[in-house]
Nanobody, 111 residues
Framework: QVQLVESGGGLVQPGGSLRLSCAAS????????MGWYRQAAGQQRELVAT???????DYGDSVKGRFTISTDNAKNTVYLQMNSLKPEDTAVYYC?????WGQGTQVTVSS
């Protein structure tokens, strides 16, 4: 079993920044894909960003150039730096590592 604990969500004004963190614990495999999906109210879950143990990065089209994913393997933690936030970025952001998911953290972008 792997436990994922997310932090860093909250309320931010348009154009602002937030950094999400997701720390994994438990039965950690060195080979992984970690990242973030998000789900806005009434919409399907969509890809935000992923990173693999091999170094591959993938971003959703709507966040390219604004969001950056990174990891600290010593801490089994993945980060999502979100800049130039827009109201349409408002969603619950879910962290995952391989087949495991976190509980989600709310990000609200509003003035």
């Amino acid at each position: 079993q792997v436990q994922l604990v997310e932090s860093g969500g909250g309320l931010v004004q348009p154009g602002g920044s937030l950094r999400l963190s997701c720390a994994a614990s438990g039965s950690i495999f060195r080979i992984y894909t970690m990242g973030w999906y998000r789900q806005a109210a009434g919409q399907q879950r969509e890809l935000v960003a992923t990173i693999s143990s091999g170094g591959r990065l993938d971003y959703g089209d709507s966040v390219k150039g604004r969001f950056t994913i990174s990891t600290d393997n010593a801490k089994n933690t993945v980060y999502l730096q979100m800049n130039s936030l827009k109201p349409e970025d408002t969603a619950v952001y879910y962290c995952f590592r391989n087949d495991y998911w976190g509980q989600g953290t709310q990000v609200t972008v509003s003035s």
